[in-house]
T-cell receptor, first 113, second 113 residues
């Protein structure tokens, strides 16, 4: 049973560019959340998607947007990249919007230069 | 606002030693509390949780008790093994549903044979 898978594993972008990160939830899961983990810090919640809609959002600017597809997979888009966006981006999935037990992927390491 | 504070690492112990990782939180109301663990090269995994005051979460020999009076959720294990080497994150859940977690910065544990 595949767990949460994320792609790519590593990515290097230039300031001002746009990036798209992808996540496939664990089999049977329908809810996806995204987190940003800066070096040496805990993950910070970006947003959660359920039934193809954003349901909860953390304190992140509108440059961060997402999408969930009918097969429950999800994308995280970041526009106008800043150096401070360099981080590990984690995707987590669960079954049901209200479920608090999240299964995390290994993340995408984004470096902005 | 909501925040989580953990003892700074790294923590280095010998096998079979007693482990305590301190965690305190600031929140409005009584949030659910969690410990997540991240083994090398893997995503975060839920270790244990507690949803109300005086609840004790336990799993794989680890325990933590929700202490409302001291706003704490310290992680303990009586006898650590080399395989327990990982980064441990304490977290609270905003809104008590979904996945809008507030994580602490993490504590790295190394257990030596």
């Amino acid at each position: 049973d595949a767990g949460v898978t994320q792609s790519p594993t590593h990515l290097i972008k230039t300031r001002g560019q746009q990036v798209t990160l992808r996540c496939s939830p664990k089999s049977g899961h329908d809810t996806v959340s995204w987190y940003q983990q800066a070096l040496g810090q805990g993950p910070q919640f970006i947003f959660q998607y359920y039934e193809e809609e954003e349901r909860q959002r953390g304190n992140f600017p509108d440059r961060f947007s997402g999408h969930q597809f009918p097969n429950y997979s999800s994308e995280l888009n970041v526009n106008a990249l800043l150096l401070g966006d360099s981080a590990l981006y984690l995707c987590a999935s669960s079954f049901g919007q209200l479920n608090t037990e999240a299964f995390f992927g290994q993340g995408t390491r984004l470096t902005v230069v | 606002g909501n925040s989580v504070t953990q003892m700074e690492g790294p923590v280095t112990l010998s096998e079979e030693a007693f482990l305590t990782i301190n965690c305190t939180y600031t929140a409005t109301g009584y949030p659910s509390l969690f410990w997540y663990v991240q083994y090398p090269g893997e995503g975060l995994q839920l270790l244990l949780k507690a949803t109300k005051a005086d609840d004790k979460g336990s799993n794989k020999g680890f325990e933590a008790t929700y202490r409302k009076e001291t706003t704490s959720f310290h992680l303990e294990k009586g006898s650590v093994q080399v395989s327990d080497s990982a980064v441990y994150f304490c977290a609270l859940l905003r809104d008590n549903y979904g996945q809008n977690f507030v994580f602490g910065p993490g504590t790295r544990l190394s257990v030596l044979p």
